[in-house]
C-alpha cells in the first residue's frame, strides 16, 4: 500500500492532508523521515506521524487468493508466507484462520480477531468450505454416498463428517467439508485409493474468492465479516 493513502485509511486525515503530512516532513517510516507519498509499505514497516507511532486502529479481516508455493505461516525464514504479500497491514495480530497446504491454491483468511478467527475454524460451526479438486485416478460415483456418510481416516477417531461431492468430470470435482482436519481431502481421496493433483479452496462460508486473482486480497465488507 501506498504511504499516503496508508495514512488516510489508518489515521483521520484526508488523502490530501496525508500528502501535506508526508510533503512537510512529519511523517517516518522506521526511523526515516519520508517525503515520498508513493512509498510504497511493507508488512511490519513502523510509521509514524509527528513523532507518534500508527497503529491499526480497529480489527482486520482479509482474503486473500493464495498462490501455489507460499506457506499459511506468519513469519518464516526462508519461504515465502501469506503475510509477506499484505502490503500495509502492519498489525500485530495478523493470523490466518484456516490454514492451506503449501501447493494448495485459493481462499485464505486473514484477520487481528481471534474470536471471530476461532469461529470460522471451530468444527463446533460447521463452517462450509468448497473445494475445487482435481485427482490422478477418474473419480468414482461411488465417491459420492461414500463421502455422505464419512470416511474413515487413519489415525482419527470419528468418521469424517458428511461431505457433499459434485462430480464435474472423469477427474474434477467440487467437494463441501464442515470441518478442517490436517489435509483433509487429500486424505479423503487417498482413502478411496485415489491422490488429489490439483486443490483449490473457493469459498468458506458467504465469502467467495469473486475475482481475486493470485496473489491479490481485499478486505471484507462488513456483511461477510458478519456472516460467520
Ligand atoms: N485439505 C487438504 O488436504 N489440503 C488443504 O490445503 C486443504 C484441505
Known sequence: MRLDKYLATHSDATRTLAKMAIKTGRVEVNGEVVKDQGRKLKSGDVVEVNGRELVESGEVYLVMHKQAGVICATQDEEQDTVLDFLDGYTHKELHIAGRLDKDTTGLVLITSDGKWSHRVTSPNYSCEKVYYVETVL?????????????????????????????????????????EGKYHQVKRMFGAMGNRVTKLKRESVGRVSLGDLKEGEFRELTKEEVGGF
Open 138 to 178: 477418474p473419480m468414482l460415483a461411488s465417491y459420492v454416498d461414500d463421502f455422505a456418510a464419512g470416511v474413515q481416516l487413519r489415525d482419527e477417531e470419528k468418521l469424517t463428517k458428511p461431505a457433499g461431492l459434485e462430480i464435474l468430470s472423469e477427474h474434477a470435482g467440487m467437494l463441501t467439508l464442515t
